[in-house]
Structure formats: structure tokens, C-alpha cells
């Protein structure tokens, strides 16, 4: 009868014939083999968040490899170490010992101004409201929605509104802009170092949360059911969100309805191709 370590061993390698290199990193190894009752294996997972995510999309591929590499019928059940469980994806965020110093990631563009925004009837309300929320966060359009096809200034006026609010309001505002894109591989790798509390530390204690692209995350479940909860911690606190996309909320494919729902409690814009005579202009 073959040793838990050496069954997982085999696992592993059939896992990674059928997952290919990206998947197998980010979900498998981070698995460690835990205890093998009488017909039963257990795997430690890095927390409650990674143990259900890998449930749902490789529960029965991990099975079959563990049969497969068993040579016997063995079920298979994931848990959380003890660190883990104190930390379960919907739990408030704990206080840390030592609070986490702020770190400006927002790697603004510096010609991203509203001065050098060409306002024009395609913008013209995008421009007014983005700038109503740089002058006051949180007190209106809360959140701030704001879509409209590629190239057409949404980014350039998310990072005005966030270098506007800021030389108003000092350093102490805590302001981060990203895109969807970015804040879903830093869960992964929250996840993968077991690093989920620090993640949420990170992003749920914000004054003015910008993101970007935020289409990117439909239908990645995981990456929405953080995101859902990283919102309501942010909105009950009266902090101010503004997020974008390439269409309105209930056009994006694949999103949560409660994330529609949410979307559409503050104010949702648009920005239209512009006219020739803002064309010309912005050349």
C-alpha cells in the first residue's frame, strides 16, 4: 500500500499533464498532502476561500488522479490548517497587531489632469460628475460608474479624479486605482502565500478605491465573491468607489446581479465617441 506523500507525488504529475503549467502552480502545489485514513485522503488547503475555488473547478479531476495514482478507491477531502480557518472569505477584516502602512501603488500618469482633459458633448457629463467626486469623496455618486468603448478618456479621467482628490485633500487621503486585472493576480497571490488577511487589510482600508477595466472579472467567481465583499466593507464605510468598464453594468456577461445591483446604487455615465470639432481639439 503506497504512502500518502508517494500517492500525491503520482497525483501531482497526472495533474499536471491535464492542467497544464499556469493552472497546476496557482492551484495544485499549493495543496499539501495531510493525513490517509482506512478510505480517505486528506489535503491541506491554503485557506477557506482556495479550499472551496478548487472544489468547485478540479474536485473531481483530483479525484481521479488520486484514484488513478492509489491504485484503490480513496475519497478525497480538502481542509483548511488552523491559520487558515481564522480567516474565511466573508469574515471582516481582523485588526492587525501593528497597523499596515499605506503604500501608494497607483502609479498615476502625471498628464492624466483634468486640465488636460478636452471636455466636449460626448464627455461633457462624465467630466462634470468625475469631477464632483474629486472634489468631495463619498458625498456624491457613490459609486461612480463610468463606461464607454477603448480609448475614449475613462482612464484619463479615473486618474484625474484621483491626483485631483489628492493635491486637494493632502497625503493622508489613501487612494488606490488599479485594474480589475491587476487586483485579481494579487488574490492569487494572496492566496498562493497564504496572505488572503493582508490582501483584504490592503484594499478594504482605502479612502477612494478606482477600478479599472472591472469587465476583466466576469465570470471568474472567486475574484467576484472577494470583490462583492471588498465593496460592501468599502461602502458601509463611507469610502468612495469608482470603477469602469467597455459597457453598462447590465451588459457585462457573466457578472454576479448582486454586483449589478451594487453598480447601480450610485450613478452610472457614459462617454460617446467625440464630435469632429472635440476630435481636432484633442489632436
Not at 484625474?160 to 493576480?185: D, P, W
Not at 477595466?213 to 465570470?219: C, L, N, P, Q, T
Amino acid at each position: 500500500m503506497l504512502g500518502i506523500n508517494e500517492i500525491w507525488e503520482k497525483a501531482k504529475d497526472y495533474l499536471q499533464e491535464r492542467l497544464g503549467k499556469s493552472a497546476f502552480e496557482n492551484w495544485v502545489l499549493p495543496l499539501k498532502p495531510k493525513k490517509k485514513g482506512e478510505n480517505k485522503l486528506i489535503l491541506e488547503a491554503p485557506d477557506t476561500f482556495f479550499k472551496e475555488w478548487v472544489e468547485k473547478h478540479y474536485g473531481p479531476l483530483i479525484q481521479e488522479a488520486i484514484n488513478q495514482s492509489a491504485k484503490e478507491e480513496l475519497g478525497v477531502s480538502l481542509e483548511t490548517g488552523s491559520s487558515a480557518q481564522e480567516s474565511p472569505v466573508c469574515a471582516p477584516i481582523r485588526q492587525a497587531t501593528r497597523p499596515q502602512e499605506f503604500k501608494d501603488i497607483s502609479n498615476l500618469n502625471p498628464r492624466y489632469t483634468f486640465e488636460n482633459f478636452v471636455v466636449g458633448p460626448s464627455n461633457r457629463h462624465a467630466h462634470a460628475y468625475s469631477l464632483a467626486v474629486a472634489e468631495s469623496p463619498a458625498k456624491a455618486y457613490n459609486p461612480l460608474f463610468i463606461y464607454g468603448s477603448v480609448g475614449l478618456g475613462k482612464t484619463h479621467l479615473m486618474q484625474a479624479i484621483c491626483q485631483h482628490a489628492k493635491n486637494k485633500m493632502g497625503n493622508s487621503l489613501k487612494v488606490y486605482y488599479m485594474t480589475s486585472e491587476r487586483f485579481t493576480n494579487e488574490l492569487i497571490d494572496g492566496i498562493q502565500h497564504r496572505s488572503t488577511p493582508q490582501f483584504r487589510q490592503k484594499y478594504r482600508n482605502v479612502d477612494v478605491l478606482v477600478i479599472d477595466d472591472i469587465h476583466f472579472i466576469a465570470g471568474k467567481e472567486s475574484t467576484q465573491e472577494e470583490f462583492f465583499h471588498t465593496f460592501n466593507t468599502l461602502y458601509d464605510a463611507h469610502k468612495q468607489i469608482i470603477i469602469s468598464s467597455d459597457r453598462p453594468p447590465k451588459e457585462i456577461a457573466n457578472l454576479q446581479d448582486r454586483l449589478v445591483s451594487r453598480f447601480g446604487w450610485g450613478l452610472t455615465t457614459d462617454i460617446q465617441p467625440p464630435d469632429l470639432e472635440t476630435r481636432v481639439a484633442i489632436l
